[in-house]
């Protein structure tokens, strides 16, 4: 058979239902091999639309989503998204066209050197110069995407190998040699993090999206509830422990909990699963939690004592360990009693949080934080929520509570704007039996809102909620914090009349004035079969807070708004 139909096939056997993409001169015969395939082919109206379903398909299905492009600007168009999905550990297989082998370095029409353009932003790349090299290829783009620390793959394939005809054997199975994406966990490490836990005054539990790739929520809410230790979160992390758990203190960093920030500097020893240690959550490193043992869980070595130095590094998948370390808890306790001297500063802490005029209802009525609030109340549990880049996401990470893992999809690591709409597709297409929102600002939505094209075709009923503050309002925030109101390149004089957008492309839209239009805009919303945007008029200088500054450190978490800026 050909390549092309053996990329096909290959893709079948793995169980492939949907390919997010667009076809173009170099990947015509893959294109041509799909037509007689059950694969659904989903056209988008930009490769980076493509990459961005795929992405959040991956996050909420537990599979590799699969994008596709063509040669030269096809391929590098996908450059944002799969650099977010690397950023974020999503897994993706992207399947791009090349030239053909023999024009191979003679700058032929569309030739790029994509492989080149992607390895830094990719977890492995093939291309096959065979089509017999195709099945094993594509064998392991799949393995590698989804297992270990999951991530993006690239499979570049010339044109002349799709069109090749060859003798074609599928593996069964594939070993890669060097990879070991699972490694037995270290008994005795176990043992050591057990001891520390047991001896700690005050325990905190720091939970990331790793917890969520390794399915590992149970067992991380179960440590939590036998050491009755609070839990904080990474941005990514959302959604691991549920948020309205009385243990819950929410997540920390730049814009996290004002409790969660208080808190984190004051433990004794932090239990941290699946977490970077990123600069947008830790702040200054050498600052963040200064006085804590720090056990670190991860299924990445190269995690360890990168950006933090820790205590203890235990390597492994967080589902296997939290396990092994739950039952040397048990081994060595009996469930600690909630009237404890921990709980009871954590309670002080939410008491005097409370003042703070970042969590007083006295906003606007159509504020940010009103608005997420009165979203996670009508949203079911289990209903997705997807969100661009910007000020509306900072209000989702303090306001709304996520209570299921794989409810919540958002690009934190590179911070793509643009990334909520075509995400609430992929999410739609990997859950289409529950609500999926996409909670978006103007300047975000702009960038990808063709993607409403696509959700038309595709009879794709999800809800896109545009901020429209006219601003680049995370930007605003900071010009106005910290560069004296310096105004510059933040103000959109022209935008979309957002209702007639929806309008040209078929989709049902509002403009809402008040809260009790916007509840009532998204029940009719989540309850209908096709796609709606609603679209929500805010004011430009409404500031998210709390605020840890870049280059700070959790401490210098600023609580107050710009007139009451103060520092707890």
């Known amino acids: 058979m050909s390549g092309a ?68 600007p096809g391929a590098t168009n996908l450059v944002t998204g799969i650099a977010t999905a690397f950023a974020d550990s999503s897994p993706v297989v992207a399947i791009t066209g090349q030239v053909a082998k023999s024009m191979t370095g003679k700058s032929g029409f569309q030739e790029t050197d994509v492989v080149g ?70 008994y005795q490490d176990i043992e050591r993090a057990a001891d520390m836990l047991v001896k700690a005054d005050r325990p905190l539990l720091f939970g990331g999206g790793g917890i969520r790739i390794a399915d590992a929520s149970l067992q991380f809410k179960a440590i939590a509830e036998l050491l009755v ?13 549920p948020e309205d758990h009385p243990l819950s203190v929410g997540p920390i960093g730049m814009h996290g909990r004002a409790e969660a920030n208080k808190l984190v500097g004051e433990c004794d020893v932090l239990l941290a699963v699946g977490v970077r240690f990123s600069d947008r959550s830790t702040g200054n490193f050498s600052e963040f939690a200064p006085d804590a043992k720090i056990i670190h869980i991860d299924a990445d070595p190269t995690e360890f004592n990168k950006n933090k130095l820790v205590t203890l590094c235990i390597l492994g998948d967080a589902n296997r360990v939290l396990s092994m370390l739950f039952d040397a808890l048990v081994r060595r306790m009996s469930k600690r009693t909630e009237d404890n001297a921990w709980l009871a500063r954590l309670n002080q802490i939410r008491e005097e949080m409370k003042g703070i005029p970042a969590y007083k209802d006295s906003y606007a009525e159509l504020s940010g934080p009103r608005i997420v609030k009165l979203m996670r109340d009508i ?71 063709q993607a409403l094209a696509t959700a038309v075709e595709e009879k794709i009923p999800v809800v896109a909620i545009v901020m429209n503050d006219r601003s680049l309002g995370m930007v605003e925030q900071w010009q106005r914090l910290m560069y004296n109101r310096r105004f510059i390149g933040i103000r959109f004089q022209n935008l979309p009349d957002f209702v007639k957008l929806a309008d040209s ?63 707890f």
């Open 379 to 449: 949203l079911p549990p289990e209903a997705i929520l997807t969100t661009g880049v910007g000020r509306h996401q900072m209000w989702c990470e303090i306001h709304y509570r996520v209570m299921r893992p794989r409810t919540w999809v958002t690009s934190t690591g590179l911070g793509t704007m643009g990334f909520g709409l075509p995400a609430a597709i992929g999410a739609k297409f990997a859950m289409p039996s529950v609500p999926v929102v996409d909670f978006d600002g103007d300047g975000s939505f702009v960038m990808t809102e």
């Open 505 to 567: 492309y078929g989709v049902q839209g509002t403009r809402v004035g008040s809260l009790d239009e916007f509840g009532k805009a998204l029940r009719e919303g989540i309850r209908g079969d096709s796609p709606t945007l609603i679209e929500v008029p805010v004011s430009h200088e409404e500031d998210v807070f709390p605020f840890m500054p870049p280059g700070k450190s959790i401490k210098d978490t600023v609580y107050g708004t710009s007139k009451e800026m103060s520092v």
């Open 117 to 186: 353009v992607l390895t830094p932003v990719t977890k492995y790349t093939l291309q096959p110069l065979s089509a017999a090299e195709i099945p094993s290829a594509v064998k392991k783009s799949f393995y590698i995407a989804q297992t270990g620390r999951p991530g993006p793959v690239l499979l570049d394939i010339p044109k002349d190998v799709q069109q090749e005809e060859a003798e074609i054997t599928f593996p069964d199975s594939i070993e890669i040699r060097g990879y070991r994406p699972s490694v037995p966990v270290d």
């Open 5 to 72: 139909r053996a990329t096909v096939e290959a893709l079948e056997k793995e169980k492939v239902e949907y390919i997010f993409g667009m076809p173009g001169g170099a990947n015509l015969p893959f294109y041509d091999a799909l037509w007689d395939s059950k694969i659904k082919h989903v056209l988008v109206r930009h490769e980076q639309l493509g990459a961005h379903m795929a992405d959040a398909y991956g996050r909420v299905s537990r599979k590799a989503g699969v994008c596709s492009a063509t040669s030269g």
């Open 229 to 241: 230790a609070p839990v904080i979160t990474t941005l990514q992390g959302k959604g691991t422990f």
